[in-house]
């Protein structure tokens, strides 16, 4: 079992910056796949970006690719999201998630076993 905390979410300008966290409590962080997903209101919930276990690869979905950057840290049990340019459409509420998604699988939502009850961020034209 993993528990899931994600903090740093919050109001901002459009073009602004924002740091996201997601601590991890339970067992062996550095056995997951580290997810970031988010849901828009009146949207599905999508996928932002993904950390391998050892960070040896990251993915990101094409909306914030270049903007926004996932790292980790096993000892601490932590992953961040740090969201450079922000435009009012990255507006939603953002989750973290854990996994062990098969090769090619770590944008499937369906691969997570564990999520955050998310933090919200809002971005103001």
């Known amino acids: 079992q993993v528990q899931l905390v994600e903090s740093g979410g919050g109001v901002v300008q459009a073009g602004g910056s924002l740091r996201l966290s997601c601590a991890a409590s339970?067992?062996?962080?550095?056995?997951?796949?580290m997810g970031w997903f988010r849901q828009a209101p009146g949207k599905e919930r999508e996928f932002v970006a993904a950390?391998?276990?050892?960070?040896?690869?990251?993915y990101y979905s094409d909306s914030v690719k270049g903007r926004f950057t996932i790292s980790r840290d096993n000892a601490k049990a932590t992953v961040t999201l740090q969201l450079n340019g922000l435009k009012p459409d990255d507006t939603a509420v953002y989750f973290c998630?854990?996994?062990?998604?098969?090769?090619?699988?770590?944008?499937?939502?369906?691969?997570?076993?564990?999520w955050g009850q998310g933090t919200q961020v809002t971005v103001s034209s």
């Open positions: 339970g067992r062996s962080f550095s056995a997951y796949t």
């Open positions: 950390i391998s276990t050892h960070a040896i690869n990251t």
């Open positions: 998630a854990a996994g062990a998604p098969p090769y090619g699988g770590a944008t499937a939502q369906y691969n997570y076993n564990y």
